[in-house]
């Protein structure tokens, strides 16, 4: 079974940095994508940032700039790096992977608050 653990969450000022990072457990047969999303009270849930398999990364354009999209230790981590933060950017955030263990199948990890201070 595939789990996704997401970590970095927290409170920072405007104009502050996190890092996120997901580490991924289970074993799969490939990587297609895997990403991290966003869900703020009242709103639906959004993607930020995806880096697929071969490495080609899709940003918000919210986020353009400001994050970036990584991944570490053969897929086994992915990171997310959250510069010049605003209040709008307050939200829960999900990782999530879309991978093959037999057959295509996606997964979510439970969430980390990130708040972010006027």
């Known amino acids: 079974q595939v789990q996704l653990v997401e970590s970095g969450g927290g409170l920072v000022e405007a104009g502050g940095s996190l890092r996120l990072s997901c580490v991924r457990s289970?074993?799969?047969?490939?990587?297609?994508?895997m990403g991290w999303y966003r869900q703020a009270p009242g709103k639906q849930r959004e993607l930020v940032a995806s880096i697929t398999g071969s490495g080609n990364t899709n940003y918000a354009d919210s986020v353009k700039g400001r994050f970036t999209i990584s991944e570490t230790n053969a897929w086994n981590s992915v990171h997310l790096q959250m510069n010049s933060l605003k209040p709008e950017d307050t939200a829960v955030y999900f990782c999530n992977a879309n991978v093959e263990v037999f057959g295509m199948k996606e997964f979510w990890g439970r969430g980390t608050q990130v708040t972010v201070s006027s």
């Open positions: 289970g074993i799969i047969d490939r990587i297609n994508s």
